[in-house]
Structures are given as structure tokens and as C-alpha cells.
């Protein structure tokens, strides 16, 4: 028998239709399987997690079968409580299927520590620079006998004495000692 002739036979036409059957039928299967293995239509609402403590957190994620990775702590912000949710993916209000991982930012336990930089003998606008750009705020301003006008002879923090190299926190007040150049005791002659 020819190719053409088997091609136009009854036992090829059986065994086609066969074939499509079977494959109609495994596809069939596959996507039923599918549904069930993949838990189609089967969805959890990722609740708002922002401000909650990590014990928080964790028992209303375990409530909803679901799981939560730590990624990484910000930079503190003062908006939020101490080592808080400050963001979540998926975001609040998205669907994710049972155990899936909530990613978490946590909002550390207080500012990061900054090393206070060498500013003795320099002069205040030098240092009101210097300490602003590396996160610190300037508050008072004290004077003391000295022979250089407006020359930071000092750094205090609530009224202790600091040294340069010493960790602080972001955003500490630094209160700075200035020399007021010898104005008093020129006003006394």
C-alpha cells in the first residue's frame, strides 16, 4: 500500500481520531490537575501590615497561612514606631496564594550612629556645615574665653563634653563651644 492509500484508509482515520482523543482527554486532565495543584481561584487578601511590630505581624500572617522574609532595615523614621513595618510586598490589599512569602522592611530601632568628624579649631560656619552634611543639627551656642572669635574650641551633647570619633546617633543636637575672641576682657581695659 501506497502512503497515499494508507492516508485515505479506515485504520488511518481510526487511528487519528485515536490520537486526538487521547490528546483532548491528557490536555483535559493536565488542566483539571492544574487547578487543583496551583489551588485556582483560591486567593488570600495581604492585610495592611504598616506600624505593626514584628510579633504583630507575625501572628496575623500565620493567622492567614501565610509567611514573612525580613529584606532589609531602612533609615529610621520617626513617623513609625521602632522596629515596625514601614513596607510590605505584595502591597496591602493585593491577592497572593496560601503560603506565600510577605518581603518586609522594618523600620530600625532608632537612627544609625554617625562618628562625630574632627571640628575643633575650626571655624563655626566651617562646623555648622560639616555637622549638618553628615546628619547632625546644631543647637547652642556657648562662649568662652578664647583668643579666636566664633572658633569652636568644644562640641556638648545635653551639656556633657564629646570628643571627635564618638558614635551618635542620626540627627543628635550638638551644642557647640566658641571662642569669643577676647571681647570682654578688651571691653575691661
Do not use: C
Not at 537612627?111 to 547632625?136: A, E, M, W
Not at 540627627?171 to 563651644?177: K, M
Request: glycine letters at 6%; proline letters at 5%.
Amino acid at each position: 500500500m501506497s502512503l497515499f492509500g494508507y492516508l485515505k484508509s479506515k485504520e488511518f482515520l481510526r487511528t487519528a481520531i485515536l490520537v486526538v482523543a487521547v490528546s483532548f482527554l491528557l490536555i483535559f486532565m493536565l488542566g483539571k490537575w492544574l487547578n487543583y495543584h496551583t489551588k485556582h481561584d483560591e486567593r488570600i487578601a495581604v492585610p495592611n501590615l504598616e506600624k505593626l511590630s514584628l510579633e504583630e505581624t507575625e501572628k496575623k500572617l500565620a493567622d492567614l497561612n501565610l509567611r514573612f522574609v525580613v529584606i532589609d532595615s531602612a533609615s529610621f523614621n520617626p513617623k513609625y514606631p521602632p522596629k515596625s513595618v514601614i513596607e510590605q510586598n505584595p502591597v496591602s490589599g493585593d491577592f497572593v496564594k496560601e503560603n506565600r512569602k510577605i518581603y518586609l522592611t522594618l523600620n530600625p530601632s532608632d537612627y544609625r550612629k554617625i562618628s562625630v568628624p574632627n571640628v575643633i579649631d575650626n571655624t563655626k560656619r566651617q562646623v555648622v556645615t560639616q555637622l549638618k552634611s553628615v546628619g547632625f543639627q546644631i543647637g547652642k551656642e556657648r562662649y568662652i574665653p578664647d583668643l579666636g572669635k566664633d572658633v569652636v574650641r568644644g562640641l556638648e551633647v545635653r551639656g556633657k563634653k564629646i570628643e571627635p570619633g564618638v558614635r551618635l546617633p542620626k540627627n543628635t543636637v550638638i551644642d557647640l563651644v566658641l571662642g569669643d575672641g577676647l571681647e570682654e576682657r578688651e571691653e575691661n581695659r
